[in-house]
């Protein structure tokens, strides 16, 4: 059985009070109120009423004052709110509805108009609140599956990159440490001059999304190169160097398949393409120099050469933090972007602490 709605009537003469009582006691609870002040506690507190029927002309506080104090308070805010007055000129009508009563009923009252009226308005009601909690379901309905979406993007990113790794047997989890680089950096990063603007919370976190798919190009190098346990003659590292430009490609594809831009494919592409080009220009595939390297692929360069420092590798043994740091500086101006190196130098005591967390096995 649906619980009855509650009416709260408020009129400083009680006759007034107990007229509309009888008339509405049988379909509604109900609750009374002699004066302003009493209204506006009775509205706020307890069970809130879905409607108010409220004079005009009482003391100290009038009709008009209550109804603006209803509408200005979260809780009241949303009760609809008829005049039940004798005040009958166009102007007060006028000015009640303006002030954001949803009627306005001048005495003597007709009980047939009354009753009509606020079960109109009850209606009304029951529908918006219906509407507003639907709504409140689709949104969080919504922010579910949006957060579901996320989670797979991520972890798609996550696999497509592992694959191109799993193929490459020296590097552990680069994935996992090079992401957490990219993201401490950027984040040192975020209040810098020439990297504020671009740099925004949400960038860093697409950052962190995309880097796993630095070297997804991988999987397009022949296995008799990628999988070689020795140093690559200078024909073989010209073929690894396409890696670069494969897994632009195949992210560019991807792409168009969405037939817009993406974000997060616009940043992987950066990252991926351009991760190994250096600042003087003399990095790999398109040979960028400064600027011209995208901001993405300049920090991801920081992240992957640093890991590769720290790492075993067929051709070296894994260098300290510490001869790994002073690589890196040396780098600077040459082969990564100064102020990043130097972003990189305050904060190298948290990458020792990632390449900690996610060493390998």
Not at 75 to 101: C, H, N, Q, Y
Not at 123 to 142: H, I, P
Not at 144 to 158: A, C, G, S, Y
Request: negative net charge.
């Amino acid at each position: 059985m649906l619980e009855k709605m509650t009416v709260l009537i408020v009129d400083d003469v009680p006759e007034n009070i107990a007229i509309l009582a009888e008339l509405l006691k049988g379909e509604y609870k109900l609750k009374m109120a002699n004066c302003g002040q009493t209204a506006l506690v009775a509205a706020a507190t307890g069970s809130i009423p879905d409607m108010i029927l409220l004079d005009i002309m009482m003391p100290k506080m009038d009709g008009y004052m209550v109804c603006q104090r209803l509408k200005a308070d979260e809780r009241t805010r949303d009760i609809p709110v008829i005049f039940l007055t004798s005040r009958a000129e166009i102007e007060d009508e006028t000015k009640g509805l303006a002030m954001g009563a949803v009627d306005y009923i001048t005495k003597p009252i007709h009980a047939g108009i009354v009753k009509s009226r606020v079960r109109t308005q009850l209606t009304l009601k029951s529908a918006r609140d219906f509407l507003k909690q639907q709504n409140g379901r689709l949104e969080e309905m919504v922010l579910e599956r949006t957060r579901k979406l996320e989670e797979l993007q991520d972890v798609t990113m996550i696999a497509m990159g592992a694959l191109a790794e799993a193929r490459d047997p020296e590097t552990g989890n680069h994935i996992r440490r090079t992401q957490n680089y990219v993201r401490l950096l950027a984040g040192r990063l975020q209040d810098h001059p020439r990297f504020s603007d671009f740099l925004s919370p949400n960038t860093i976190s697409l950052l962190y999304k995309t880097a796993p798919l630095h070297d997804i190009g991988k999987v397009g190098v022949p296995d008799h190169i990628l999988l070689k346990p020795g140093p690559l003659t200078n024909a073989e590292f010209e073929q690894m160097k396409r890696h670069t430009v494969y897994g632009h490609d195949a992210l560019a594809a991807a792409e168009t398949a969405l037939q817009g831009q993406e974000d997060f494919l616009v940043l992987a592409k950066q990252i991926a393409h351009g991760h190994h080009e250096k600042w003087d220009g003399s990095g790999y595939p398109a040979s960028l120099a400064g600027d011209a390297i995208p901001i993405a692929a300049r920090i991801m360069a920081i992240a992957d050469v640093y890991d590769a420092l720290i790492s075993r590798r067929v051709y070296k043994p894994p260098f300290s933090h510490e001869k790994s740091v002073g690589i890196v500086r040396d780098g600077r101006g040459t082969h990564f972007d100064p102020d990043m190196v130097d972003a990189f130098l305050e904060i190298a005591e948290s990458f020792r602490q990632t390449a900690e967390t996610y060493k390998d096995s």
